[in-house]
């Protein structure tokens, strides 16, 4: 409530210290009578100045109590009889936002009183006409009978991002619907190489602009590419950027399309790479790196939080397929599988398909959760039925295997990295970075090893910062003492 009523509810929304321009202030009454009441407001930076409202309603209230005041353009105004409340949102009904009553118990839980009842904000003027609701949000209020007058926070949704550049430094400040800033926090464009053998993490050159929800690819026994992802102002990327030991960083052709939160896959096809890339709304591009030119396909048919993972193959005879894992589709909340485009080079017959793997086990459905690109593994993520935070590492399956799961992480994380390499003929899975339940960010180095069953903090004495939303990948197709690993770009506080 002292966020509600003085240090998130200024006038215009804008968080910052107590000062007398709210639009609804919480009162001490000191003296009133039937045409007036006064008192002073609640958590007031020095509790000196007096108000003075309108009674609306010419009931006397008890010297001492508390009472609301709500400002309008001729003065403030005061309905003490009725009765103050608390509902919780429960969404749109018939074009009107509505919710429950309820009360605390003495466990803290909230417990619904009652059927819905309008809500209607005490505010008039919101930013971008667009008063902050949130479904699950627990309100003050005063209880009219047929409706109840709320007092919105003074933030809500994360809805756009603006972006700061501070010292060479990029910062991203994610904006409510009000203009408040819910969070701020740092978007990377540093590159770092991890040394299995070795355990060491060197900071290489950075690289292109800073981003997060991008992906890092590579082709066989070559560069790493960086493709796509957010810039600092949330705006969707389609620069494509490569990375040699003997080039450093190259800027290639720009993509037809700019994608954000997605998957690619890598295959060669009589004797040239093609990469493919697929995003969670249909979005499907083709590059061939030998050319340096794009393609866009067919739209893909699937819709889904997030598409990450897979490659490319050969199925049989002349065709080609570009394989993706949609980890879940949300709206179905059906199991996902390989979608295959396919191309067949004898008769030029081109779609998409779905090939049902075995799973196997039934992973827990998530999104944003790490997907080793070249092992179809599943690690951490967040549950699409609450967005809970997982800790589950789980291997696919695939036309002949099912899925195998293995020990949980020692933390759920969600927005973490991984990928594949081997050491001495022995596989194990680097995992860098992501988000608790509780909103920290990690910079853990674990080692998993599917042989052992064993999740290993390596502790190095060095690491990237803190991030999610970055990247790791190889350089060549995992075989023994492929022990090097690239990491780029996330986001960070």
Not at 171 to 196: C, K, M, P, R, T
Not at 211 to 228: E, K, L, N
Not at 422 to 441: A, K, R, T
Not at 442 to 449: A, G, P, Q, V
């Given at each position: 409530m002292k966020n509600t009523f003085t240090v998130g509810s200024q006038y215009g929304h804008i968080p910052g210290p107590p000062v007398n321009e709210d639009y609804a202030i919480l009162i001490e009454v000191s003296s009133a009578n039937s045409s007036y009441v006064k008192g002073y407001k609640l958590w007031d930076v020095d509790n000196s100045s007096e108000f003075i409202a309108e009674n609306k309603l010419g009931k006397i209230p008890e010297v001492g109590s508390k009472v609301i005041f709500h400002r309008t353009p001729s003065g403030w105004i005061c309905f003490p009889e009725n009765t103050l409340c608390y509902v919780v949102d429960t969404g749109d009904s018939g074009g009107n936002r509505v919710g429950k009553r309820g009360k605390f118990d003495a466990f803290g839980n909230f417990v619904t009183i009652g059927d819905n009842v309008p809500l209607v904000p005490f505010d008039a003027n919101y930013h971008q006409n667009q008063p902050p609701w949130k479904t699950g949000?627990?309100?003050?209020?005063?209880?009219?009978?047929?409706?109840?007058?709320?007092?919105?926070?003074?933030?809500?949704?994360?809805?756009?991002?603006?972006?700061?550049?501070?010292?060479?430094?990029?910062?991203?400040?994610?904006?409510?619907?009000?203009?408040?800033?819910?969070?701020?926090?740092?978007?990377?464009?540093?590159?770092?190489?991890?040394?299995?053998?070795?355990?060491?993490?060197?900071?290489?050159?950075?690289?292109?602009?800073?981003?997060?929800?991008?992906?890092?690819?590579?082709?066989?026994?070559?560069?790493?590419?960086?493709?796509?992802?957010?810039?600092?102002?949330?705006?969707?990327?389609?620069?494509?950027?490569?990375?040699?030991?003997?080039?450093?960083?190259?800027?290639?052709a720009d993509a037809p399309k700019r994608m954000a939160d997605f998957g690619w896959s890598c295959d060669e096809y009589q004797g040239d790479t093609l990469m493919s890339f697929w995003g969670s709304t249909g979005e499907y591009l083709i590059y061939g790196p030998n050319d340096d030119i794009w393609c866009e396909g067919t739209s893909h048919p699937i819709q889904s939080k997030s598409c990450f993972g897979g490659y490319g193959y050969f199925a049989s005879g002349n065709e080609i397929r570009y394989d993706f894992i949609v980890p879940w589709q949300p709206i179905t909340s059906t199991p996902g599988g390989w979608h295959s485009y396919y191309y067949n080079d004898s008769t030029g017959e081109t779609g998409w398909r779905q090939d049902l793997y075995s799973l196997g086990g039934d992973p827990i459905p998530v999104y944003r959760n790490a997907f080793s690109k070249n092992g179809r593994y599943w690690i951490g993520g967040k549950k699409l039925n609450d967005d809970s935070v997982c800790a589950q590492i789980y291997l696919l399956g695939d036309t002949t295997t099912t899925g195998t799961f293995y020990t949980d992480l020692p933390t759920p994380v969600w927005?973490?990295?991984?990928?594949?390499?081997?050491?001495?003929?022995?596989?194990?899975?680097?995992?860098?970075?992501?988000?608790?339940?509780?909103?920290?960010?990690?910079?853990?180095?674990?080692?998993?090893?599917?042989?052992?069953?064993?999740?290993?903090?390596?502790?190095p004495s060095s690491a990237p910062a803190a991030r999610w939303g970055h990247t790791i990948t190889n350089t060549i197709v995992i075989s023994t003492n492929s022990y090097l690993l690239y990491l780029f770009g996330g986001r960070g506080k």
């Open positions: 949000r627990i309100y003050a209020g005063v209880d009219f009978g047929s409706k109840v007058y709320v007092y919105l926070p003074g933030y809500s949704e994360i809805v756009e991002y603006k972006g700061i550049t501070l010292s060479g430094t990029d910062i991203s400040l994610a904006l409510d619907y009000q203009g408040n800033v819910v969070e701020f926090f740092q978007i990377f464009n540093d590159f770092w190489e991890y040394d299995g053998l070795n355990n060491t993490w060197t900071q290489l050159a950075s690289g292109p602009p800073a981003r997060w929800g991008h992906v890092s690819c590579w082709v066989t026994s070559g560069p790493v590419y960086v493709f796509g992802g957010y810039d600092k102002n949330g705006n969707k990327l389609n620069d494509l950027w490569r990375w040699s030991t003997s080039g450093g960083w190259v800027q290639l927005g973490a990295a991984c990928d594949r390499l081997d050491i001495d003929g022995n596989e194990y899975v680097l995992i860098f970075g992501g988000v608790d339940g509780n909103g920290n960010l990690h910079d853990e180095t674990l080692f998993f090893s599917p042989n052992y069953d064993a999740v290993v903090d390596m502790a």
